[in-house]
């Protein structure tokens, strides 16, 4: 076995509470956890509000930092829709209801203007919503992209693809770029992204977003092909169709994870986001807000660039509502140890989630038929023994110790609490997951 590149976060400590500021989540030990929204979206692509609108309100429910990341656009240059009654069929335009609910939520700081019969309103550049928002240590807007390449045809299998990938704290716009495969799409635009973040690369980083739609439309052999990918979402809106009998976003993970620790590549971590594009009345609701975050440990200055940094070495936790108190990933003890923040009258457990070292390498594909011809998809066989429970713990508090031959452990805090929402491949119930303790003893 080749030597194995481990994750780089050590005993760590962690804590969130909705709302707190980032005072209320600093710890004994000097570390500080900032609530982050890695993916959301405005009036830039096809969300339904302006940009104030989306920033204001994750600004309002506590979070320490967001990115927004629009479709192929990065918030620059003048821009002005017209109101229209109505918002009409996707993309979407600027309707009067979320205009109104703008001016209210901004004290009227939106800015419109009236030519004849219309009015205008102006859609703020990421410049400027920095200068309106940004509070040293207290609120950070990052800039980001969804890089989205649509309409896909691959030449190695049938049906009709999408791939979105995000960029965090670059401020430039990338064209979205399509290959003959997946493999040589996910390529593509990587390499456009490496190129443009060459000088430092840790101050950035590229992810890729909800695998599972439309139709596992990112295979994990793709993403496997791609070893400098490191980042994906765990958990996303969920899927527009049912693909669980396919295979879980949780093997997606532990597939890619145990293959690329055998062939000694980078671990891949799994995030969380909400993918918003409503902001009125949309906490908890589809592509709403408050729905997937990270926790990501960022002492000193939170800047982008530290909070990217973080983001590459593991150093957060992915959740859609549970709280972690602690997490502890210990390398030399070889023991990763979970302790939930427990609310009243909801039970939990904590599964912890390995890959012996002899696991099946083998590779073989199926095809799944569908309804609609575009959603027909030819995907890998993810063996049984990949990614399996070796220890489930029913309470608030557990620990694991990596045995000789375990590849890594990683855990999944699932609470009987109902999640807010309910989609395919979205999480039934409220849960959160730490990044994979690489056992850096393996002979």
């Known amino acids: 076995m080749k030597k194995i590149i481990p994750n780089m976060v050590s005993a760590t400590a962690l804590a969130l509470c909705m709302g707190c500021s980032t005072t209320d989540m600093e710890q004994p030990d000097g570390k500080v956890w900032r609530k982050g929204a890695l993916h959301c979206h405005t009036l830039w692509s096809d969300g339904r509000s302006l940009p104030e609108t989306a920033v ?106 999408q791939n979105h990938f995000n960029v965090f704290n670059i401020a430039k716009t990338f064209p979205p770029l399509s290959g003959k495969t997946g493999t040589e799409t996910v390529k593509k635009n990587f390499e456009q992204y490496k190129k443009a973040v060459n000088s430092n690369p840790a101050h950035s980083f590229f992810m890729v977003n909800h695998p599972y739609s439309w139709a596992w439309d990112v295979d994990p052999v793709t993403v496997l092909d791609n070893p400098e990918i490191t980042h994906f979402e765990i958990c996303n809106n969920g899927s527009s169709i049912p693909v669980d009998h396919i295979f879980s976003a949780e ?32 906490v908890g609701k589809y592509s709403g807000n408050n729905l997937g975050w990270v926790m990501v440990n960022c002492p000193g200055k939170m800047t982008g660039n530290s909070l990217a940094e973080a983001l590459n070495r593991g150093d957060f936790y992915a959740t859609n509502g549970v709280i972690l108190e602690d997490v502890t990933l210990d390398s030399n003890a070889k023991t990763l140890t979970v302790k939930v923040k427990a609310e009243k009258n909801v039970n939990y457990q904590i ?93």
């Not at 009987?416 to 850096?440: G, H, I, M």
Request: proline share 6%; hydrophobic share 35%; aromatic share 12%.
């Open 351 to 443: 599964r912890f989630i390995v890959t012996n070292k002899n696991f099946d390498r083998s590779i073989e594909y199926r095809e799944f038929p569908a309804k609609e011809p575009k959603y027909t998809r030819k995907l890998p066989i993810i063996p049984e023994n990949i990614g399996t429970t070796a220890l489930t713990v029913k309470g608030s508090e557990g620990s694991y110790k990596l045995k000789d031959d375990d590849l890594y452990v990683r855990a999944i805090v699932i609470s009987d609490k109902k999640s807010r929402f309910q989609a395919p491949l979205y999480p039934e119930t409220e849960c959160a997951w730490t990044q994979p303790l690489v056992n850096k003893h393996l002979k």
């Open 56 to 161: 204001q309100t994750y600004k309002n429910l506590g979070y320490d930092f967001m990115c927004i990341s629009d479709h192929n656009v990065y918030p620059e240059g003048d821009l002005w829709l017209p109101v229209q009654r109505e918002t009409g069929p996707w993309p979407c335009n600027l309707g009067s209801v979320e205009y109104e609910h703008a001016k209210k939520l901004m004290k009227g700081n939106v800015i419109s203007k009236k030519i004849s019969f219309r009015t205008y309103v102006k859609l703020r550049t990421m410049k400027e919503l920095q200068e309106l928002f940004n509070e040293e240590d207290k609120f950070l807007l990052v800039p980001g992209e969804e890089i989205t390449v649509m309409g896909l045809k691959f030449n190695d299998r049938p049906g009709t693809y």
């Open 251 to 282: 093997k997606f993970w532990d597939f890619i994870l145990a293959l690329r620790l055998d062939r000694g590549q980078n671990i891949i971590y799994g995030t969380a986001t909400d993918d918003s594009h409503f902001y009125i009345d949309a």
